[in-house]
């Protein structure tokens, strides 16, 4: 999955240069994203989105989202993972994608394939950015 984040950059120079904490802000921001996308893969993978109503789940999908995503700085950058852990076993690649014999589920492609969920995403981590902006000009 990958968000395009130019206008949320924006915001954070703009509150790095109000000497605001941009390392907690964007901390908080990604961490909030992530435990989004994770909520909403777990609905996303209820039997009743699932093919076949779910009859072939076992679990191992449900066990490979990541549960608690996690921050990872690298000097300047921070990235977290998101969605499934594809390190485990499980179908989160093929549940997003489907295959020629399986449909896929397609709350899981509203989320890893959809533009209108991403610019929500923005939305939300745009808002919440401002809020650390207000707090860095004394609001």
Excluded: C
């Excluded at 993978?45 to 679990?59: C, D, M, R, T, V």
């Amino acid at each position: 999955m990958k968000l395009d984040t130019k206008g949320i950059e924006e915001l954070i120079t703009r509150l790095d240069q109000l000497n605001g904490n941009v390392k907690e802000a964007v901390d908080d921001v990604l961490t909030q994203a992530g435990e989004t996308i994770r909520d909403d893969t777990r609905e996303a993978i209820q039997p009743q989105h699932l093919p076949a109503g779910g009859k072939y789940s076992n679990g191992d999908t449900d066990n490979s989202i990541i549960d608690y995503p996690k921050v990872e700085w690298s000097g300047t950058i921070a990235e977290i993972g998101v969605g499934f852990d594809f390190g485990k076993p499980g179908a989160g690649g093929y549940l997003i994608s489907g295959s020629p014999k399986m449909k896929p589920d397609y709350e899981l492609q509203r989320i890893y394939k959809q533009k209108k969920y991403m610019r929500s995403l923005q939305k939300d981590m745009g808002d919440l950015i401002s809020v650390y902006i207000e707090e860095a000009l004394g609001g």
